[in-house]
């Protein structure tokens, strides 16, 4: 399990996957692409960052919310592979949500984060597309949202 092996390295501990917050699923599949619905900063049952990047929430911290994101996304992931991480094939898009001030425009940045973090865990396979999209307003008052679509075998 060399997935496993590289988040225990990176000193990552997968949390359980977070259940819907409405009437929707964490995921779906659709032959070998899973698209995963958005995963928000969510740490113990409850988000770890609130309000607006830029009056809240400091871009530091706005991109700890992201790297939250992403390994809340690394656990669907899991999820949808019964377990083994090393299925994912490709992470083939990342979609980014960021809560920010009028005229804020590092959304880039932020979702970096969590981008950072999947080449991280999954090397080339985790080089994805990605959209950064400013926002007025995300569930829970959290400050980002983060979905993906993702190859698995």
Known sequence: MQIEKRLAELGITLPEPAAPVANYVPFVQ??????????????????????????????????SAARLCAINLIAQMKAV??????????VVKLG???????????????????SDLMVDVFGD??????????????PLNVPVEIDALVEIA
Not at 54 to 62: I, K, Q, R, W, Y
Not at 81 to 90: P, S, T, Y
């Open 125 to 138: 396979k985790g080089r994805h597309s990605r959209s950064a999209v400013g926002v007025n307003g995300l």
């Open 81 to 90: 592979c019964d377990g083994n991480l090393d299925r994912v094939q490709r």
């Open 30 to 63: 659709y032959a070998d692409l899973v698209s995963i619905s958005g995963q928000i900063p969510i740490e113990n049952g409850k988000p770890a960052f609130l309000g607006i990047v830029g009056a809240d929430v400091s871009l530091e911290d706005a991109c």
């Open 96 to 114: 980014g949500f960021v809560n920010g001030i009028n005229g804020f425009a590092q959304q880039p940045q932020v979702i970096n984060a969590a």
